[in-house]
């Protein structure tokens, strides 16, 4: 059974930085991509950025483009997103989630079986 789970979340003032920390078991880490997704109240989840297995190709939603960076240290079977700049408007919880095929990616959510418990993220002004 893959388990994630997600950590760094917490309160930050406008055009700060947060660090989360998707931490996996489960299965061989390192042979699959990793996603990370948010979900505002009363709205579906939505993507956000997703590795792939080696780390060397990312992808990112246009709202976070430039101010967001996903990485993942395979040795230690996590995965990050780092968030600089930070809006109110990235307020929300966020989710590590990962596939269930090898070396896949996906940038939709119903490409993953596997989701953290999730981390608030809070942005004041």
């Known amino acids: 059974q893959v388990q994630l789970v997600e950590s760094g979340g917490g309160l930050v003032q406008a055009g700060g930085s947060l660090r989360l920390s998707c931490a996996a078991s489960g299965r061989t880490f390192s042979s699959y991509s990793m996603g990370w997704f948010r979900q505002f109240p009363g709205k579906e989840r939505e993507f956000v950025a997703v590795i792939s297995w080696s780390g060397t190709y990312t992808n990112y939603a246009d709202s976070v483009k430039g101010r967001f960076t996903t990485s993942r240290d395979n040795a230690k079977n996590t995965v990050y997103l780092q968030m600089n700049s930070l809006e109110p408007e990235d307020r929300a919880v966020y989710y590590c989630?990962?596939?269930?095929?090898?070396?896949?990616?996906?940038?939709?959510?119903?490409?993953?079986?596997?989701w953290g418990q999730g981390t608030q993220v809070t942005v004041s002004t």
């Open positions: 989630a990962a596939p269930r095929e090898l070396f896949a990616t996906y940038r939709d959510r119903s490409g993953y079986v596997y």
